[in-house]
């Protein structure tokens, strides 16, 4: 059988637009992994010793294996369309059309740098809808030639003059914007009672947060502000005060034999 599992295995994700939830899986598959994107694919061709890039692209389309999304990437930086992808994969063109609209997105990114993404809210908000990540749209955008925006510093508080983008300078110009993620709660119960369940994300396809938070506005629906936890703690009698708070720190992405943690560090 070998080292390698014969199994597409699983990862979990949560969001609210396909885009958005393709992208945090296939983070969750790597932590070197940014998103959607051909470089992982390049990596492939190069570890097998390929020549032939185009070549290797379409075989890889047409059978199911660990790298063959990627290679969905790549064959659309080398200019295939979603039909022809389709042909080749037989997956779904619903499918294809978003990550080909991933593929869009990053395309677009790529022709600017900082200052000029600073003029285009519409296009950071769009990228943080559709799942990209501060760094990865940092790595994408092109180095900027002295040149100051207000408001973009780094981690070190150093004002953005120009050269590479870092991901603190994207997360400063997203703030400047107030574009931020909300919090979304997952409905266990589909809309036949008010769900009062712990399972959370963020999205930043959102406008309001569906539980209450200390500093941040509160439920969309106003016969309750109470969030889910100090309910279950009113249930039990406890007299913590409702603005106690508790953030659990994971070990990192979900995979195959992580569930029992999982399940324990974020549900009990």
């Not at 990540?133 to 940092?138: L, T």
């Not at 508080?157 to 300078?169: D, F, I, L, Q, S």
């Not at 995979?255 to 999982?262: A, D």
Request: proline letters at 3%; aromatic letters at 6%.
């Amino acid at each position: 059988v070998g080292s390698c599992m014969k199994s597409v295995g699983e990862v979990m994700a949560i969001g609210r637009t396909f885009e958005e939830v393709i992208q945090k899986a296939l983070r969750m598959v790597d932590e070197s992994c940014c998103g959607f994107e051909p470089e992982r694919f390049d990596n492939e061709i190069m570890h097998r010793g390929s020549t032939n890039v185009e070549l290797a692209v379409k075989d890889e389309l047409q059978r199911p294996s660990p790298a063959r999304i990627w290679s969905i990437a790549k064959a659309y930086e080398l200019g295939m369309t979603v039909d022809e992808v389709h042909q080749l994969t037989k997956i779904d063109c619903w499918f294809l059309s978003k990550l080909h609209h991933i593929h869009h997105l990053r395309s677009s990114l790529k022709s600017m740098d900082l200052a000029e993404l600073s003029r285009s809210e519409a296009l950071l908000r769009e990228t943080k809808r559709c799942g990209f990540a501060d760094r990865q749209i940092a790595r994408d955008l092109r180095p900027s030639v002295q040149v100051s925006i207000d408001g973009v510093v780094d981690e070190g508080g150093e004002e953005y003059t120009g050269g590479r983008v870092k991901e603190a300078h994207v997360r400063q110009l997203r703030k400047k914007f107030g574009l931020t993620p909300c919090v979304k709660q997952i409905d266990t119960l589909a809309a036949e009672f008010p769900a009062e369940t712990n399972y959370l994300y963020l999205t930043y396809s959102g406008t309001e947060n569906d539980v209450s938070l200390a500093g941040c506005p509160g439920r969309a629906d106003s016969d309750s502000d109470t969030a889910p936890v100090d309910k279950a703690m009113q249930r039990r009698g406890s007299k913590e005060p409702s603005s106690s708070r508790i953030v659990v720190l994971g070990c990192g992405a979900y995979r195959i034999g992580s569930s029992v943690e999982f399940d324990w560090c974020s549900v009990s």
